[in-house]
T-cell receptor
Framework: KAGVTQTPRYLIKTRGQQVTLSCSPISGHRSVSWYQQTPGQGLQFLFEYFSETQRNKGNFPGRFSGRQFSNSRSEMNVSTLELGDSALYLC?????????????FGPGTRLLVL | DAKTTQPPSMDCAEGRAANLPCNHS???????VYWYRQIHSQGPQYIIH???NNETNEMASLIITEDRKSSTLILPHATLRDTAVYYCIERTGGTSYGKLTFGQGTILTVHP
């Protein structure tokens, strides 16, 4: 079974631009979560989607948004990029996003904002 | 958010068992303990999880104390490829869908 895939793997943007990252979950998984990892803040939860609905959200500004499609694939968007948005963005999937399940992570998208 | 306490770093000799401790003194009855590891900024890799009982899989064993306030991850025969940051996580249920709260983890270095 294929794992979680993320595209692109690397991205360079400039301040003020916007960016869209994509995540394809493991087949059969309907819950997709997004995380941001920076050296200063570590791994932080952004949001979670299930059946095209955002069910949970972390403490990030509204510039960070996401969506999920009917095939469970998910995208996250960051608008008006800031230098501090440079990070590794990770996507994880699980069957239903509930406690007791296993959440599997993708390889991440490394975003550099200049 | 639920918090765990781990030592910042540990060393282990190749071929020996690596025992990584974790304190979760505020854990509640329906919270699981999860272990992940991350090798050199790759995506975190799932290792094991448990609620009350000890668990074992092909990668590791998880020993949870009877009062559930602490646990130990055991890698039975550490190799150089086990060098990574290991995260112990309390996973809360209820409406906390999809959320894992990562701490700083333990940097495990396996020496030849």
């Amino acid at each position: 079974k294929a794992g979680v895939t993320q595209t692109p793997r690397y991205l360079i943007k400039t301040r003020g631009q916007q960016v869209t990252l994509s995540c394809s979950p493991i087949s059969g998984h309907r819950s997709v979560s997004w995380y941001q990892q920076t050296p200063g803040q570590g791994l932080q939860f952004l949001f979670e989607y299930f059946s095209e609905t955002q069910r949970n959200k972390g403490n990030f500004p509204g510039r960070f948004s996401g969506r999920q499609f009917s095939n469970s694939r998910s995208e996250m968007n960051v608008s008006t990029l800031e230098l501090g948005d440079s990070a590794l963005y990770l996507c994880a999937s699980s069957l239903a996003g509930v406690v007791g399940e296993t959440q599997y992570f993708g390889p991440g998208t490394r975003l550099l904002v200049l | 958010d639920a918090k765990t306490t781990q030592p910042p770093s540990m060393d282990c000799a190749e071929g020996r068992a690596a025992n990584l401790p974790c304190n979760h003194s505020t854990i509640s009855g329906n919270e699981y303990v999860y272990w992940y590891r991350q090798i050199h900024s790759q995506g975190p890799q799932y290792i094991i999880h448990g609620l009350k009982n000890n668990e074992t899989n092909e990668m590791a064993s998880l020993i949870i104390t009877e009062d559930r306030k602490s646990s130990t991850l055991i890698l039975p025969h550490a190799t150089l490829r086990d060098t990574a940051v290991y995260y112990c996580i309390e996973r809360t249920g209820g409406t906390s869908y999809g959320k894992l709260t990562f701490g700083q983890g333990t940097i495990l270095t396996v020496h030849p």
